[in-house]
């Protein structure tokens, strides 16, 4: 062999020796392992089409939007931690008009939504607010508001997949199921903080299923128009209003539970009907079986449900419990109103048990405000609304509750309204609670 053949045999075999070796320390060592944190942003692209594995922690930085054409899966056991910030900095998960997200969690095994600084173990309280943003979701679902689709609040204008509305109230953007969400509500901007879970334009074939909304600074839960059916939702210490709706929202609920803090929030239900306009059809009349609303007590001067901006609504087969103002239905001078709502049949309150709200009467259970209620139209409201009590159902009875213990113990059977429709479950009680907590271990409020 030459003497250059030589050399270059040499040298072919030394890099063969070295790339042996190499590969058999990468196969020697030990299988690197899949990391249990990841930090997700968004540069436009949203999070694509992908799954958050369950036992592992994801970290949101910034707005973080589930894309048009995108799918989410979230499986049971995944937290999901939003970093702190405020403004432009705030973080959120927002599943655009057209996304999905399938979260669908178990009572052993519940999906956690929470904040950066929560390490799980009890030290965040059940009173830290505003630790980061929320849940958002858009639908295509319809808005009684001009022009029949917004863009929602505290995501700029610039940012196209902040809109929401369409025309298809059967719109589906995917399932919240044993779902926890903790600590937000941060401030986005002008006094404006996000919701726990804010529903713009969601439709009816979304499945909402046992939820807690807990430590919000804002709203717990907030609806924006659509037809949003949510059973089993549990919504405590917020710091304003615990279930709040506006843009003619027409869903459906039962099996509500709203606590507040003796210290913080302020409406159990703050119900509006629209925007722009206010008289704006379709109007908001959603259907509301076995609610519980457990207030924040006698001294606190908050109302139990506002219903105003010509919202209607039916609540029933449900009870209302220490909050030191009642039902208030707004009267304006204009003919379309809540009170209107209420003379069309719009706006009912059926079958419902009240104990520990306002005096304990009829007259001061029931409110008319607003530039309309004039002397003559008070005293007529009150009329109307003390023969309206008693010939729908009403009562004023103890049902034996407390803010952490709901199951009644002096259960409420009697003259149950009928349930409508194959949505609703037909059940033998009133409020939200039978003999047993459905909230109970999966939640944090009843876990701590």
Not at 65 to 83: A, D, R, S, W, Y
Not at 216 to 235: C, M, R, S, Y
């Amino acid at each position: 062999m030459k003497k250059m053949d030589l050399r270059i045999l040499v040298v072919l075999f030394a890099a063969f020796v070295i790339g042996v070796s190499s590969c058999r320390k990468t196969n020697d060592a030990e299988p690197e392992q899949e990391t249990d944190e990841y930090t997700i942003s968004d540069n436009g692209s949203g999070t694509g089409t992908t799954t958050w594995k369950s036992g592992k922690t994801y970290f949101i930085e910034g707005f973080v939007f589930v894309n048009e054409g995108q799918t989410l899966t979230i499986e049971p056991g995944c937290i999901i931690k939003g970093k702190a910030g405020q403004g432009e900095n705030a973080s959120a998960l927002i599943v655009a008009r057209g996304g999905k997200i399938l979260a669908e969690g178990t009572a052993d095994n519940p999906i956690v939504f929470t904040a950066e600084a929560d390490d799980l173990n009890g030290s965040v309280s059940t009173t830290d607010r505003g630790l980061w943003g929320g849940l958002i979701v858009l639908g295509k679902a319809g808005l009684n508001s001009t022009p029949g689709e917004s863009q929602i609040e505290g995501i700029p204008t610039s940012e196209p997949r902040g809109r929401y509305g369409g025309s298809n109230d059967d719109d589906n953007s995917g399932v919240i199921k044993y779902v926890s969400i903790r600590h937000g509500g941060t401030d986005i901007g002008e006094g404006n903080e996000i919701n726990g879970l804010t529903l713009g334009a969601v439709g009816r074939g979304t499945i909402i299923e046992y939820v807690e909304v807990i430590a919000n600074k804002d709203d717990g839960i907030e609806f924006f128009g659509g037809t949003a059916q949510l059973k089993h939702i549990l919504v405590a210490y917020v710091g304003d209003d615990c279930f709040d709706y506006d843009e003619g929202f027409r869903g459906k609920g039962q099996f509500w539970y709203a606590i507040q803090d003796a210290n913080e929030g302020d409406r159990c239900g703050e119900h509006d009907g629209g925007t722009d306009p206010e008289t704006g059809t379709p109007f908001a009349i959603p259907t509301i079986y076995n609610a519980t609303y457990f207030g924040r007590g006698a001294d606190a001067g908050k109302r139990t449900i506002t219903f105003r901006d010509n919202a209607g609504g039916h609540y029933l087969n449900s009870i209302f419990a220490n909050q030191s103002k009642g039902i208030d239905i707004e009267n304006l001078a204009d003919a379309q109103d809540s009170y209107a709502q209420f003379a069309d049949g719009n706006l009912s309150l059926e079958s419902n048990v009240f104990w520990g709200v306002a005096d304990g009467t009829a007259e001061g259970i029931f409110k008319i405000s607003g530039p309309g209620a004039n002397a003559a139209d008070s005293i007529a409201a009150l009329q109307t609304f003390a023969a309206y009590f008693e010939t729908a159902n009403n009562v004023v009875e103890n049902p034996g509750i407390s803010k952490n213990n709901p199951v009644p113990s002096n259960p409420q059977a009697d003259n149950l309204a009928a349930y409508d429709g194959s949505w609703f479950e037909t059940v033998s009680y009133k409020g939200a609670f039978g003999a047993e907590n459905w909230a109970a271990g999966w939640t944090k409020y009843f876990s701590e």
